[in-house]
């Protein structure tokens, strides 16, 4: 392993986070296409049998777990108990990533019930955020995915992107190996109440899904959106 190999794996694994490769090239000195082997050299290198592993995401190189050592690794920092994905949210942040830039309205004829909830939760959780708004009456706001989102899911851009029914498998492998309950969705009983919850919406008041009156308003939206980068940190990477 040459020296440029070695400086690159020592800077992920003490940053943490991802690093920008052209801040790396800046400082460094290096081309692109000599840093890009490096990567591949350390990529090849830590293979699925190694306890890490390096990805690339939007631009950004990052060191992180395996997640096949996720079980193990959650044993041993006694993690709080696993949940999952509800069902309302897989089906939300799926929508999005396909559909994006897309209104919570669009969101909802898709899915056919309230998703104010779903929205929420993801955007809690820095998976999603407001890109914009939608040159329509009332200029509805406009969500799409997040850099997290692409780090959470090991995709490097959004044409990275697989089909509809791998996309769906990832989330729900993601979900099951992530330490430490980074999306801290409700539990399989909350779940229940809550999609029980958006079908009587749905039986209630047709008219709900074709109004642009959310539950929660801007305001709260962008603050959760706010609160979700300084919030949504953890020493363990999936």
Request: charged share 30%.
């Amino acid at each position: 392993m040459n020296n440029l190999e070695n400086k690159l794996e020592a800077l992920l694994f003490v940053s943490g986070d991802g690093v920008e490769i052209s801040e790396i090239i800046d400082k460094w000195q290096v081309t692109d296409k000599q840093l890009d082997k490096a990567f591949e050299n350390l990529k090849e290198r830590f293979n699925e049998n190694f306890g890490i592993k390096i990805i690339k995401y939007k631009n950004k190189y990052q060191l992180c777990s395996n997640p096949e050592f996720a079980d193990d690794i959650s044993n041993v920092l006694n993690p709080i108990r696993e949940r999952n994905l509800s069902k309302a949210t897989l089906e939300t942040i799926a929508i999005i990533a396909y559909k994006q830039p897309i209104t919570r309205l669009d969101i909802e004829q898709i899915r056919g019930v309230n998703s104010d909830y779903a929205i929420q939760s993801l955007l809690k959780h820095n998976l999603i955020e407001v890109v914009g708004r939608k040159d329509a009456i009332g200029k509805p706001l406009l969500f799409g995915t997040t850099e997290e989102f692409l780090k959470r899911f090991d995709l490097e851009d959004l044409s990275s992107l697989p089909n509809y029914d791998e996309l769906i498998n990832s989330i729900q492998v993601i979900n099951q190996t992530t330490l430490y309950n980074e999306f801290d969705i409700p539990d399989e009983e909350a779940d229940e109440n809550i999609e029980n919850n958006e079908t009587n919406s749905e039986n209630t008041n047709e008219n709900d899904v074709n109004s642009e009156e959310a539950i929660l308003t801007e305001e709260e939206i962008e603050l959760l959106q706010d609160n979700s980068k300084i919030e949504d940190k953890t020493d363990i990477k999936i």
